[in-house]
């Protein structure tokens, strides 16, 4: 019996995903959604890590049938779960039902027969309150859930077409397309002067002007950037950009840190890095010791970071002439005089032979970053 399967265009589905009232599922694993996802999406995956590996290893080396009776005994096993957990993150009350059964049903004639029997249609309207379900391609995962949950009954529910990639192509073009605004200022200035301080705080004082390039990749920038902080992937950095891109910037003004194309392991878009080249430079200044108290905040505000720190700083320690202690200075304690070796030894001299060249319209000493913050702007709106 042929059922069909409304779907949406990830275009169609947009304003979802800043309406209160919508919700995404995405029905990836976990190790899927980890990489990226539509923002605001919620993981409730049909298959975890290590049996989708195995279904994929069987597509790959059996045949497509004995991925699928795979996957349908772990669909079997899971799918009480699974319907459970996308009820409670959307409002819905389960009927009464053998979801087993209704499974074993659904699958008993094999993929080539349930992919004839499930066909996706163009959904005619889509409801306020929509519940959007989406795998990675939009194929048998999604349609086979959402034609379950709307037997049961759940009328609310719609697949996205062409899933988790859709949206990918989406933030790829979007970004391709991005126009920056008419006036980009570039925060420069020495290691732990304090620029992600004085970035934060312009964010506070004038919301929406700036762009925390640093925070989406959670990476500061530097071989020890990734103490402390999370770094996420090329396409979770670039899906956070996407975000924060449509959303604008009041006054046609963006701020941004000086980086190097790379922070950390992911690059910035090539639109979004050609407006940092053109952009207006602010210089940062801080005194030896605010700079140390900066970076030594940063390093430390994590103790379980500590074994991953001392790993870097041997890294660190190999790149500089003579190979100082900086892991040994780690374990005794001495984090003033540590830092201070790494600024005037390590971080100092890369910066400068970077910065030669360059032209800054203001200087601005961030020994206070509310101060430097509001410096920042008054020299921004007398460009303006």
């Not at 993150?89 to 009464?96: A, L």
């Not at 902080?229 to 006054?251: C, I, N, Y």
Request: proline share 6%; glycine share 8%.
């Amino acid at each position: 019996m042929t059922a069909q399967v409304p779907f949406a265009s990830f275009d169609a589905v947009k304003d979802l995903l800043n309406d209160a009232g919508g919700c995404v599922i995405d029905l990836r694993a976990p190790s899927e959604y980890a990489d990226d996802h539509v923002p605001g999406a919620v993981n409730v995956p049909l298959f975890e890590d290590m049996t989708r590996s195995f279904v994929g290893l069987l597509y790959k080396q059996f045949s497509p049938e004995a991925a699928f009776q795979e996957g349908r005994a772990a669909v079997v096993e899971r799918v009480d779960g699974m319907v459970q957990e996308i009820a409670a993150h959307t409002g819905w009350t389960v009927p009464p039902a053998d979801l087993r059964g209704r499974v074993i049903a659904m699958t008993e004639g094999g993929i080539v027969k349930m992919e004839a029997e499930l066909m996706p249609v163009p959904v005619e309207s889509i409801p306020d309150d929509a519940v959007v379900l989406h795998c990675a391609r939009g194929g048998l995962r999604s349609r086979s859930v959402v034609a379950l949950l709307r037997v049961l009954g759940f009328e609310r529910v719609i697949g996205l077409e062409g899933g988790y990639r859709a949206y990918r192509q989406s933030v790829i073009q979007d970004l391709a397309g991005w126009t920056p605004p008419r006036r980009v200022v570039s925060l420069r200035g020495l290691t732990g002067v304090g620029k992600t301080l004085v970035l934060r705080e312009i964010e506070r004082l004038r919301p929406g002007w700036t762009l925390d390039l640093e925070g989406h990749a959670g990476h500061r920038s530097s071989l020890l950037g990734m103490v402390g902080l999370e770094p996420v992937t090329q396409k979770s950095f670039e899906s956070q950009l996407a975000e924060r891109a449509s959303r604008g910037f009041p006054d046609d003004v963006m701020v941004v840190e000086g980086e190097s194309r790379k922070v950390g392991d992911v690059i910035i878009p090539g639109p979004i890095w050609e407006s940092m080249g053109k952009a207006t430079n602010v210089e940062i200044t801080a005194s030896i010791p605010r700079r140390i108290q900066v970076l030594a905040e940063d390093y430390l505000r994590d103790p379980s970071a500590l074994p991953l720190l001392r790993e870097q700083l041997v890294a660190v320690a190999d790149r500089m002439e003579g190979k100082p202690e900086l892991p040994e200075m780690l374990d005794r304690g001495e984090i003033g005089p540590l830092v201070q070796i790494l600024l005037e030894r390590y971080y100092d001299p890369l910066y400068r032979r970077s910065e030669e060249g360059k032209e800054y319209v203001a200087s601005i000493d961030a020994e206070d970053e509310t101060v430097a913050a509001e410096r920042v702007i008054e020299a921004i709106e007398r460009l303006r």
